[in-house]
């Protein structure tokens, strides 16, 4: 097989001071034409750096400090810009994790493709326009006229990666690298996404570097996969061969960390008090402006479940099916249009904010983005004292629970001083459910909390809240939409679509005998359905 991407010995140093002299130490690895290759490990592993790199891209305080990249023989670390600008999008291209910010705002979706093709080509107008508008076709979006006028934030989060997508590849480069371009979207797009991914390659020949820190994603679209290690390259081999045999401690752990599909048992206490219930919960957005009339968006429509003390129950769905409409609904973040929602015995969702504060308390939340969800000017001890206080506990006793919370969420209490860019991901996530628990609430929201976490990370981060819920008999109400995480999580589950609850019940039942066409698309779209990683990969 012809190597259209070969990284031969690429060594890339950190800057003076780092916890390592390297971000990348003597990696090989290539990829042929037609072939997709899987670069897989944590966050500060370095797989971005070498995508980064190929295209030119690196941050500055980087330097590649030996090795060479060669594309289609050409050694792109001895170009200088101008050739690089001239093998982007024509040679190689690249596809971003998030497309919000890889596309320009104030730009229509048409504009930023044809920008393509007039910096690289001498094509007309017209030519142009056709040609954009048959790789919008190509690229499987509706109404492609239509598209080629919206601008990215009129689109969705599956329809602009599509248009990056498109982007990319309008001048059928030899080389596709695709920087996490699914972790951000739901399960059914995201298959959507890597079936085309793979028809293209496939069609075209096509070498694609995939990175990825889902081993479902690797299991449905690699030919081969690279494990990465804080810069080290510890595996590669044959997709088959890695998920199944892997042969480093570092590659089971990773493997065996991936949840599984098959529900985990849980004994449901029925006897349980009833912590959380909501009676015809709706939320309608939307009604006459100034400027126009818009028509009504229910985005949760008749929604009624409850929580018991001490379990868990999931909402799944898909972007825009109401999820965290209806935790912002319960957790009064927002106001509900009609429907009731009883916490114990209280009716909290038409209380007046005045009367509401005393119940605040009562429900905390954890977000999806730790990094944004704590005040970076902060010592993490601020943040969580911070509620307790406001509801009159003394700064001593307040930081005396922030003390023994930190051990609760396996965190050192002598960091408390410390700010948050000085912890990991993971390390914020755990901040962020301590500051829940200063609360000491009886229903704890956790929306999308683990989604952005490495495997690993979010392996230990689901232990945690287990072991928490658990202790604290917590009832939990899981955003998520990963099926997996789901599975190991949760007792029971509502499945939603387009607002309504379509389905619920224990997750065992929904999960082996889903009785609505929507539930049984969501789990055929799960990537890796078929994979059970942790019998592969004993740790």
Request: charge should be neutral.
């Amino acid at each position: 097989m012809k190597s259209v991407l070969d990284i031969r010995n690429l060594t890339i140093a950190l800057p003076k001071g780092s916890d390592r002299p390297h971000a990348v130490e003597n990696v090989s690895l290539s990829v042929g034409a037609g072939e997709i290759v899987c670069l897989v490990g944590e966050s500060g592993s370095g797989k971005s750096v070498i995508a980064h790199t190929v295209m030119g891209l690196l941050a500055g305080a980087l330097k590649p400090v030996g090795g060479e990249i060669l594309l289609e023989g050409e050694d792109v670390l001895k170009v200088d810009e101008a050739r690089l600008r001239e093998l982007r999008c024509t040679r190689m291209s690249m596809i971003f994790q998030e497309p919000m910010t890889a596309l320009n705002p104030v730009m229509t979706c048409g504009d930023q493709i044809d920008e393509v093709l007039r910096t690289h080509t001498s094509i007309d107008a017209p030519t142009r326009k056709k040609k954009i508008i048959a790789i919008l076709e190509r690229v499987h979006m509706p109404d492609p006229e239509r598209l080629y006028a919206s601008y990215p934030h009129q689109l969705s989060g599956g329809q602009r990666q599509r248009i990056m997508i498109a982007m990319a590849l309008i001048l059928e480069p030899v080389l596709l690298i695709a920087d996490e371009p699914t972790t951000a979207l739901d399960v059914t797009t995201q298959a959507q996404i890597l079936e085309l991914i793979r028809d293209i390659q496939r069609e075209r020949g096509t070498g694609v570097l995939f990175i990825t820190h889902d081993f479902g994603v690797v299991s449905e679209i690699a030919d081969r996969v690279a494990v990465l290690r804080l810069g080290n390259l510890v595996e590669l081999g044959p997709t088959e061969e890695v998920l199944r045999r892997p042969q480093h401690a570092y590659s089971r752990m990773l493997i065996s960390s991936v949840p599984s599909m098959t529900p985990k048992h849980r004994d449901r206490d029925t006897a349980a008090i009833v912590v959380l219930r909501t009676d015809g919960l709706g939320k309608t957005y939307g009604g006459s402006s100034f400027f126009q009339k818009s028509r009504p968006v229910r985005a949760a429509d008749d929604v009624s479940i409850e929580v018991r003390r001490g379990e868990a129950l999931g909402i799944v769905g898909e972007s825009g099916s109401g999820k965290s409409t209806v935790a912002r609904c319960i957790a009064r973040l927002i106001d509900p249009t009609e429907g009731r929602i009883y916490l114990g015995g209280d009716e909290v969702g038409w209380l007046s904010s005045r009367v509401l504060r005393k119940h605040r308390r009562r429900i905390q939340i954890v977000f999806q983005d730790p990094y944004r969800s704590l005040n970076p000017r902060r010592t993490v001890v601020e943040s969580v004292i911070e509620g307790p206080m406001n509801y009159g506990v003394s700064r001593k006793e307040a930081t005396e629970r922030a003390k023994s919370l930190f051990e609760i969420v396996r965190l050192d209490p002598r960091a408390l001083d410390r700010y948050p860019h000085q912890f990991s991901g993971g390390q914020r996530q755990r901040i962020c459910i301590a500051r829940a628990l200063a609360m000491e609430p009886e229903l704890l929201i956790a929306d999308e909390a683990v989604s952005a976490l490495d495997v690993s990370v979010q392996a230990q981060v689901l232990q945690l809240l287990d072991d928490i819920r658990d202790k604290l008999k917590l009832a939990m109400l899981f955003i998520t939409h990963d099926l997996r995480v789901a599975a190991q999580v949760c007792e029971t589950i509502a499945v939603m679509q387009k607002g309504k609850v379509v389905e619920y019940g224990l997750v065992a039942d929904v999960f082996n005998t889903p009785k609505h066409v929507y539930t049984q698309e969501l789990l055929k779209a799960a990537p890796g359905k078929g994979w059970d990683f942790a019998a592969f990969a004993p740790a």
